[in-house]
Every structure is written in C-alpha cells, then in structure tokens.
C-alpha cells in the first residue's frame, strides 16, 4: 500500500461516521442526600451525636459501571456529620437512597483500615475493578492516616489490595488527591496518576514495583490571574485550587491536566510519567486556553469533556479535527475547537465531575460548590429545592478503558494510525 491509499483509509476509518449528541438528561436530584442506614433508630442517633449532619453532606465524584452509579461525598470543611465518603445509589422502596460502599465498615472516621476522604475513583471496566484515592484526612485539619490507594472487586464487593503513599510524595498533613486516571500496559493496569491540588504536583503509583514517585512543576500551580471564578454572579477566590482535573488520551500515550484556578490546559507524556527515576525532560506542553475554569477532565474515544465552571455548561474539544486542520500530531496540536455540549444557567450550576458508561453517555455532576464551599447545603433555600443534579448525556463514545473500543489498553483506531497517515 502506498504512502496516499494508507493516508485515505486512516483517515476515512478515524472520520467515517459523524458523532451523534443528545439531550441532557436528568438522572438523580437532591436537596439533600439520604443514606441507606441499617435502621431508621441508628439514623436518629447519628443526627442526635453530630456524626450525620445533613447540610454538610455533598454528592461531587461519579463513576458509572455497568447499571451502578457510584459517587463519592468527600469529608471537608468539617471534622464531623459525613457518616459516609464513598456510596452506590440505589433504590429502597421506590426512594433513592446512597448505600455505603463497599459498606458501613469502610466509612469508620479514624480507622485507618477505612475511608477518610475520598473524593474520586476510577473503574477498570475490563476487570471489574475500583480504584479509590483517599487522601487519610478529614476536615483539611484532621491528619488521621496516610494517603492510601484502594482497590475493590466489583463483582463481590471485596477489598483486593490496599497500597499506602508514602509520606515524601504525598504529604500527610496537607494533600488534597483529588482525580486519578489508570495507565495500561500490556493490556492490564500497571500505573495510576492523581492530581494533588493542595501541593500542586502530579502523583506517580507503580502497582507493579509498588513505587511512588511525583512531579511537580509551574504548570501545575494556579494562575494568579484565574483565580477568581465568577458564579451567579459573585466572585469567588479558588487560590489554593492548583492541578486538579487529569484525563488520559485514548492511545495512553499523554495526561492532559489543569487547575481550578486557571484557563491554561496542559500535556504531558506518559513515557516521562512512567520513567520519573530517570526522566530527564518532562516534555511538558501548554496545549491552549479553556473558555473557563475548570474542575474535571475526561476523555472518551474522540473527545475531550470539560465542564465551564463560570458558564453553568460542558464543552468538548475535537482533537482530531484541530489536528487535521493544523496538519500536526497529538504531540503539537493547540487546543482551538472548543465546542459546547450542554448548557443551563439554573440547574448546571458547577458541573464538576464526569463519567462514562458503556452505552454512549457521559454522566457528569452539578453541585453549586461555591456555595456550598461557603456555608454548606444552605437552610435558606426553597423546601425541597435541588442542590446536587446528576446529569446525563448521549456523546455517542464510550470510555478510553472500555474493552469495546479499546482492546483492554491497546492503541485506539487514531493510535495505530502513524502521525503522517493522519496528518496528510
């Protein structure tokens, strides 16, 4: 075959149908979240001790496996009235209800065999595994266990391995893990990568030689001048909101990340992240400026998903599009295309964290965080007013670890494509 036949089936294979959105849907709301407790008289006594404070309880990570929505309820501000940190919802006599999970056990505060602070997870869908960070403390002043990387069995809800993080890569008395992404090699799960926002740096987990390694560099700290997110309308000040959200390209071969405070998206490749002992460039590369701040990345199997923290909206970025009009490769292409998939100035509020299923549709969250930031789930609102929404929405993809568009972790159709066949 030569040079332009192999150019023309590349890129008619990688271009051969267009992608189909759809609505937004809304899957779950709450004014305020209700836990599936083993008893109605453990409930009474948990709100009577202080240990179940509803309006401190916010629903902000997601992940979708299979038919189950998990999500997370992270434990900050406050030291106590977070009884659960990691939850499945479900449904308990027709009432959507959050069941810890994997169970009440794991979401003992100062038991450092349990949860403290989860704030996100990733799911191996080829495995059936989860991947849960937990950042060890509770409240930002709460230093109660290390850093810990939790894997579970989704099948039989069991705990497969735990691995702590030493303390000279992620700080004990002041990390905030906040995304993880998994890399794959050889068709299974050899690293994962977490954002630090309070340290401002990249956090390196071998699974393999059980070694942890981070990176730090300007890139990941704010932006002074980003600093100030505008939301209904007042301003509010994310100074310590450093790299936050990650996402992992479909061919593994680069991160993508960026801080709450800032526009700036950047890369960085994954051939520096999995040999940091002896790395000598980072080769890491601004890649273009958001149409606003952000909170999370994710990655599907054409399109970058990010949410507009100042616009109440989602939008995408079509890397293969900017690729072919800039005639470069993943490794050269700026950040250009930038297209919006939903928007709701009321009931999008802070869309925060994303997730894909197996069918096609992006989930994604909307929490109103700076207000809760500021006073928890406030008191003063409407009875039975909506502050967290669950959102879905039809991108016609799937996620980059999905065993149907991914082979387990082999290149993806633009992957095996050679940059030129792309390019041409």
Same mark, same amino acid.
């Given at each position: 075959?030569?040079?332009?036949?192999?150019?023309?089936?590349?890129?008619?294979?990688?271009?051969?149908?267009?992608?189909?959105?759809?609505?937004?849907?809304?899957?779950?709301?709450?004014?305020?979240?209700?836990?599936?407790?083993?008893?109605?008289?453990?409930?009474?006594?948990?709100?009577?001790?202080?240990?179940?404070?509803?309006?401190?309880?916010?629903?902000?990570?997601?992940?979708?496996?299979?038919?189950?929505?998990?999500?997370?309820?992270?434990?900050?501000?406050?030291?106590?009235?977070?009884?659960?940190?990691?939850?499945?919802?479900?449904?308990?006599?027709?009432?959507?209800?959050?069941?810890?999970?994997?169970?009440?056990?794991?979401?003992?505060?100062?038991?450092?065999?349990?949860?403290?602070?989860?704030?996100?997870?990733?799911?191996?869908?080829?495995?059936?595994?989860?991947?849960?960070?937990?950042?060890?403390?509770?409240?930002?002043?709460?230093?109660?266990?290390?850093?810990?990387?939790?894997?579970?069995?989704?099948?039989?809800?069991?705990?497969?391995?735990?691995?702590?993080?030493?303390?000279?890569?992620?700080?004990?008395?002041?990390?905030?893990?906040?995304?993880?992404?998994?890399?794959?090699?050889?068709?299974?799960?050899?690293?994962?990568?977490?954002?630090?926002?309070?340290?401002?740096?990249?956090?390196?987990?071998?699974?393999?030689?059980?070694?942890?390694?981070?990176?730090?560099?300007?890139?990941?700290?704010?932006?002074?001048?980003?600093?100030?997110?505008?939301?209904?309308?007042?301003?509010?000040?994310?100074?310590?909101?450093?790299?936050?959200?990650?996402?992992?390209?479909?061919?593994?071969?680069?991160?993508?990340?960026?801080?709450?405070?800032?526009?700036?998206?950047?890369?960085?490749?994954?051939?520096?992240?999995?040999?940091?002992?002896?790395?000598?460039?980072?080769?890491?590369?601004?890649?273009?400026?958001?149409?606003?701040?952000?909170?999370?990345?994710?990655?599907?199997?054409?399109?970058?998903?990010?949410?507009?923290?100042?616009?109440?909206?989602?939008?995408?970025?079509?890397?293969?599009?900017?690729?072919?009009?800039?005639?470069?490769?993943?490794?050269?292409?700026?950040?250009?295309?930038?297209?919006?998939?939903?928007?709701?100035?009321?009931?999008?509020?802070?869309?925060?964290?994303?997730?894909?299923?197996?069918?096609?549709?992006? #989930?994604?969250?909307?929490?109103?965080?700076?207000?809760?930031?500021?006073?928890?789930?406030?008191?003063?609102?409407?009875?039975?007013?909506?502050?967290?929404?669950? #959102?879905?929405?039809?991108?016609?993809?799937?996620?980059?670890?999905?065993?149907?568009?991914?082979?387990?972790?082999?290149?993806?159709?633009?992957?095996?494509?050679?940059?030129?066949?792309?390019?041409?």
């Amino acid at each position: 075959m030569n040079r332009l036949s192999a150019t023309s089936f590349c890129l008619l294979f990688v271009y051969s149908t267009a992608q189909r959105f759809g609505q937004a849907e809304l899957v779950y709301e709450w004014d305020t979240v209700e836990f599936d407790w083993p008893s109605e008289a453990e409930k009474a006594e948990a709100l009577r001790n202080g240990t179940y404070v509803p309006e401190r309880n916010l629903v902000v990570g997601i992940k979708v496996h299979k038919d189950d929505v998990y999500v997370t309820i992270p434990r900050w501000f406050w030291t106590t009235g977070h009884p659960v940190t990691l939850a499945k919802i479900v449904t308990v006599n027709n009432e959507t209800k959050l069941r810890p999970y994997p169970s009440w056990a794991f979401q003992k505060q100062a038991d450092c065999k349990s949860f403290q602070f989860v704030m996100s997870m990733e799911i191996d869908p080829n495995t059936d595994r989860m991947y849960v960070i937990d950042t060890g403390r509770v409240g930002n002043i709460l230093n109660l266990c290390p850093a810990k990387i939790y894997i579970f069995d989704l099948k039989s809800d069991t705990l497969l391995e735990m691995h702590e993080l030493p303390d000279s890569v992620v700080n004990r008395t002041k990390n905030f893990l906040n995304d993880i992404v998994l890399d794959y090699i050889n068709g299974s799960v050899r690293y994962a990568y977490m954002s630090d926002a309070y340290d401002s740096r990249l956090i390196i987990y071998d699974f393999e030689t059980k070694s942890a390694f981070y990176l730090k560099d300007p890139s990941m700290d704010i932006e002074r001048n980003a600093s100030v997110i505008t939301f209904n309308g007042e301003e509010y000040d994310y100074i310590l909101s450093a790299i936050n959200g990650i996402a992992i390209s479909p061919d593994f071969n680069y991160v993508y990340y960026c801080a709450v405070s800032s526009y700036s998206l950047y890369q960085i490749p994954t051939s520096t992240l999995r040999n940091m002992s002896s790395a000598k460039d980072t080769g890491i590369r601004r890649v273009g400026t958001k149409v606003s701040q952000t909170a999370a990345l994710a990655y599907g199997n054409n399109n970058l998903y990010y949410g507009a923290l100042g616009l109440n909206a989602v939008y995408f970025w079509d890397l293969k599009q900017d690729m072919m009009k800039q005639k470069v490769g993943m490794d050269k292409v700026s950040l250009q295309t930038q297209t919006l998939l939903v928007r709701n100035d009321s009931a999008m509020q802070w869309p925060d964290t994303f997730a894909f299923d197996n069918k096609g549709w992006l #989930w994604f969250t909307s929490d109103r965080l700076p207000l809760f930031w500021a006073k928890g789930l406030p008191n003063n609102t409407k009875e039975g007013e909506p502050f967290m929404r669950i #959102w879905k929405v039809y991108v016609n993809e799937t996620g980059i670890y999905s065993k149907l568009t991914n082979e387990q972790g082999k290149q993806t159709a633009l992957g095996q494509c050679p940059v030129w066949a792309v390019l041409a």
